[in-house]
Nanobody, 122 residues
């Protein structure tokens, strides 16, 4: 069982930056991703990586503004969010799985954190 704990959410004005952090109890290689869900909307994949190495992936909606990274020694992944917009307001979740068919399909992930709220005001 892998436990994921997110932190770093809060409120920020449009144009600002925020960094989310996710600590994992898992060891070895995992696919890990950041997802978000706004009220009344479907859960959306934002960014993904494999903790064993390789490239990172970002959804088109956040490309150029959000960056996913990891600190392998600390078993943590991060989501650096720049140029935030009100439409980025959502609950953000960290997710993990040993293998996923599609990096941005939420139903392929096995483990989920409790979520952290990000609110961007105009």
């Amino acid at each position: 069982q892998v436990q994921l704990v997110e932190s770093g959410g809060g409120s920020v004005q449009a144009g600002g930056s925020m960094r989310l952090s996710c600590g994992s109890s898992g060891y070895g290689s995992y696919y890990m991703g950041w997802f978000r869900q706004a009220p009344g909307k479907e859960r959306e994949g934002v960014a993904s990586l494999n903790t064993g190495g390789g490239r990172t992936y970002s959804a088109d909606s956040v490309k150029g503004r959000f960056t996913i990274s990891q600190d392998q020694g600390k078993n943590r992944i991060y989501l650096q969010m720049n140029s935030l917009m009100p439409e980025d307001t959502a609950m953000y979740y960290c997710a993990a799985a040993k293998w996923v068919g599609s990096r941005f399909s939420w139903d392929g992930y096995t483990y989920w954190g409790q979520g952290t709220q990000v609110t961007v005001s105009s």
